[in-house]
């Protein structure tokens, strides 16, 4: 079945960064798109930004712009997200998302990975 | 980009029909037909429940129906059962080329 599983929770201390996984199964990982969507405890969706798993075209929120960075392995289907320079308020779950474009609907989703900064 | 507008709860008793609200401007739902509806169960990961402003996927019960008019989209649920009580946001692509999401409501089922 289609399927993406996400690595395990992580903490960091303000100022470090954290690389999070999601491993896609069950379809032809280069046809779509990942987009990343994380939820702060107790609010609401945020977008984070959407790659192509097909050419590496990225597209990311202008608020995390500088801080994060979006990549794939296409021999494994994996996508990854690296936030930098982690904050207290970046303490959240965070999504990976199937899109086949950044706008369209988000179909498949991993499970989520909970990131607690804390020092 | 701001957050779209909704309100952040709605009730309704289970046979009854609620509509939820999602309100944007004309350079986000109104500008594009590209909104979605997602359905979240308390620590759960969000399902999306219709996209495209009015097409569900497949799997998604024919009690969810989604419609937009100018700046608002409307989810409307019919025939509420217990099981639909969650958390529901709208998504809109907007004109800064990226989503944008609802602030989510809680749709309590009395």
């Known amino acids: 079945q289609v399927q993406l599983v996400q690595s395990g929770a992580e903490v960091k201390k303000p100022g470090a960064s954290v690389k999070v996984s999601c491993k896609a199964s069950g379809y032809t990982f280069t046809s779509y798109g990942i987009s990343w969507v994380r939820q702060a405890p107790g609010q609401g969706l945020e977008w984070m930004g959407w790659?192509?798993?097909?050419?590496?075209?990225?597209n990311y929120a202008q608020k995390l712009q500088g801080r994060v960075t979006m990549t794939t392995d296409t021999s494994t289907s994996t996508a990854y997200m690296e936030l930098r320079s982690l904050r207290s308020d970046d303490t959240a779950v965070y999504y990976c998302a199937r899109a086949e474009l950044p706008h369209y609907g988000m179909d498949v989703w991993g499970q989520g990975t909970t990131v607690t900064v804390s020092s | 980009q701001s957050a779209l507008t909704q309100p952040a709860s709605v009730s309704g008793s289970p046979g009854q029909s609620i509509t939820i609200s999602c309100t944007g401007t004309?350079?986000?739902?109104?500008?594009?037909?590209?909104v979605s509806w997602y359905q979240q169960h308390p620590g759960k990961a969000p399902k999306l429940m219709i996209y495209d402003v009015s097409n569900r996927p497949s799997g998604v019960s024919n009690r969810f129906s989604g419609s937009k008019s100018g700046n608002t989209a409307s989810l409307t649920i019919s025939g509420l059962q217990a099981e639909d009580e969650a958390d529901y946001y709208c998504s809109s692509y907007t004109s800064s080329s990226t989503p944008v999401f609802g602030g989510g409501t809680k749709l309590t089922v009395l």
């Open positions: 790659i192509s798993a097909y050419n590496g075209n990225t």
């Open positions: 004309s350079s986000d739902v109104g500008g594009y037909n590209y």
